[in-house]
């Protein structure tokens, strides 16, 4: 919770939050419901989302991600989730911490597969998710009025068979 208003900084963000179908978050009060969520994930299942830095700055966070339980298309789903400060960018913390969480998933909580979810025109995380040898497997119509999301997945098969 003593990150709240990093979250914020990096969450309430209108760029960095631009494919978020709820958008930035309006408050540091948003901020510390989402964190106290992730908390409670921790809590109930043992692994959740990290708050993220550098080996260079360890004190400074520049992203939030990891793992979380999420119910697609009427199934609970372990699924990839990340966010960082738009001008950490393109320098590959998002591979980096999806290999994390794949050695996470595959390894201490034996999971058959690792999903994510992903806004059609987030170029960006598309480009992460198929760097990371995820593949597009169905989509979610989960934003009103809106083209549907995208859901990608990796086997643990397929995890290893791309060395992660």
């Known amino acids: 919770m003593d990150d709240v208003g990093r979250h ?30 992730m908390k409670d994930h921790w809590w109930k299942h043992g692994f959740g989302n990290w708050a993220i830095s550098t080996a260079e700055n360890p004190g400074h966070v520049i992203g ?17 989730r990340f966010r960082f400060a738009w001008d950490t960018w393109g320098m590959g913390y998002g591979h980096d911490l999806g290999r994390a969480c794949f050695g996470v998933a595959f390894g201490e909580l034996r999971a058959d597969a690792v999903h994510a979810l992903v806004r059609p025109d987030n170029a960006l995380a598309v480009r992460i998710l ?16 809106a083209p549907p ?16």
Not at 16 to 25: D, H, N, Q, R, T
Not at 67 to 80: D, H, P, S, T
Not at 134 to 142: N, P, S, V, Y
Request: glycine share 8%.
């Open 64 to 80: 939030f991600g990891g793992l979380a339980y999420r119910q697609i298309n009427g199934k609970e789903r372990l699924i990839f």
């Open 149 to 164: 999301s995208l859901v990608y997945a990796i086997t643990a098969d397929e995890a290893r068979a791309a060395g992660f």
């Open 8 to 37: 914020f900084d990096i969450y309430g963000d209108p760029e960095v939050s631009a494919y978020a179908p709820s958008g930035p978050l309006a408050d540091k009060d948003a901020s510390r419901r989402m964190l106290q969520a």
């Open 130 to 145: 198929e760097q990371l040898s995820m593949r597009q497997t169905e989509t979610l119509d989960d934003v009103p009025e």
